[in-house]
């Protein structure tokens, strides 16, 4: 059974940053996207970035480019990163991070039905 367990929130002002880790239990030929969406009250969740695990390949939603950046240390496991910089109180929201299967190219794996596997969620929260 693959388990994702995150970790990294918190709270930070306006300008700060913030980095997300997510760890995947284990390596398996099952997994080869790893991304980062997220969750405000009220909203659906929306894709922040992802990275292939096997390439190293990225993809970002417009919001964050050139704001957060997403990497990854294949070891025993995989443990996918998430440095958010610059950040704005409309970055306020529960991250998620998700694991699925691999595809052509980062940019295909835009939506969470890409996704099999899910983190428990970490806040993060941006005061003004």
Same mark, same amino acid.
């Given at each position: 059974?693959?388990?994702?367990? !995150?970790?990294?929130?918190?709270?930070?002002?306006?300008?700060?940053?913030?980095?997300?880790?997510?760890?995947?239990?284990? #390596?398996?030929?099952?997994?080869?996207?790893?991304? $980062? &969406?997220?969750?405000?009250?009220?909203?659906?969740?929306?894709?922040?970035?992802?990275?292939?695990?096997?390439?190293?390949?990225?993809? =970002?939603?417009? /919001?964050?480019?050139?704001? &957060?950046?997403?990497?990854?240390?294949?070891?025993?496991?995989?443990?996918? =990163?998430?440095?958010?910089?610059?950040?704005?109180? !409309?970055?306020?929201?529960? =991250? =998620?991070?998700?694991?699925?299967? $691999?595809?052509?190219?980062?940019?295909?794996?835009?939506?969470? #039905?890409?996704?099999?596997? $899910?983190?428990?969620?970490?806040?993060?929260?941006? /005061?003004?």
């Amino acid at each position: 059974q693959v388990q994702l367990v !995150e970790s990294g929130g918190g709270l930070v002002q306006a300008g700060g940053s913030l980095r997300l880790s997510c760890a995947l239990s284990r #390596r398996t030929f099952e997994i080869d996207t790893m991304g $980062w &969406f997220r969750q405000s009250p009220g909203k659906e969740r929306d894709f922040v970035a992802n990275i292939k695990v096997s390439t190293g390949s990225t993809s =970002y939603a417009d /919001s964050v480019k050139g704001r &957060f950046t997403i990497s990854r240390v294949n070891a025993k496991n995989t443990v996918v =990163y998430l440095q958010m910089n610059s950040l704005k109180p !409309e970055d306020t929201a529960v =991250y =998620y991070c998700g694991a699925g299967p $691999w595809v052509d190219s980062a940019s295909e794996a835009s939506a969470d #039905r890409d996704y099999t596997h $899910w983190g428990q969620g970490t806040q993060v929260t941006v /005061s003004s």
